[in-house]
């Protein structure tokens, strides 16, 4: 028997979010003091988690039960660091930021990706209000950690990023963004500025019902150990340049 007092406070902090053939749990806000260039800054964090081929939603009692048997550990789950009065303020900043293990914890500069996350982050604060969403499942583009392994080792033969996805037989890029943009119509009904130089992005915005108010362009961070990845990534992929590469 869980205990009544659990129950109240977690109820208190777990929203549902039905979609046409699945639920949506977001737990939070949760408070979350972040380093940022050696400033603390105050983000409200949440994560969520997708429940498939299930007619009612969980009480919070049996999705207890449900996390407690079904090994989250091994699952990816996304999550979203939200600034300022995110919900009621005119102008809300958002990133959809793919998972990144080598950019993002690491620090590689074979990509921009930790450029990009902590940048975004700071473009939010500076703008008083937005939110940046970490998502999971999309390591090299949707391939998976391994498989983006395998990839840096054709690339490291003279394939460029597109070439090597494909040579294992996936495509250049198979990133969903349904999850994050359900979450961002609960977390917020009114227009957001997109931080991004990817257009597909803008389009999963636009297809799946977000009111997008306006794009930021985040280019930087270019060195001789990603200059083909960044070239590649208007050449190959459409990404919008508004600044010079290396």
Known sequence: MINEKVLDVLTDKINVIKAENHFIYVVGPVRLPVNLDGETKIFQWYSWLRSDNIKEAFSTEKLIQYITTADLATMQQSSVLVYGDFKESPEALIRMHSICHTGDIFGSKRCDCGFQLKQSMKLIVESGSGALFYLANHEGRGIGLFSKA???????????????????????DTRNYEE??????????KP?????????????????????????PLWGDASEFNEKYLQTKVMRSGHLSEEVLV
């Open 150 to 172: 395998m990839a840096y080792v054709l690339q490291e033969n003279g394939f460029d990023t597109v070439e090597a996805n494909e040579e294992l037989g996936f495509a250049d």
């Open 180 to 189: 994050a943009i359900s979450v961002l119509k609960f977390l917020r009904s």
């Open 192 to 216: 957001v500025v997109l931080i991004t130089n990817n257009p597909r992005k803008l389009e999963a915005l636009k297809s799946n019902g977000a009111f997008l108010s306006g794009r930021v």
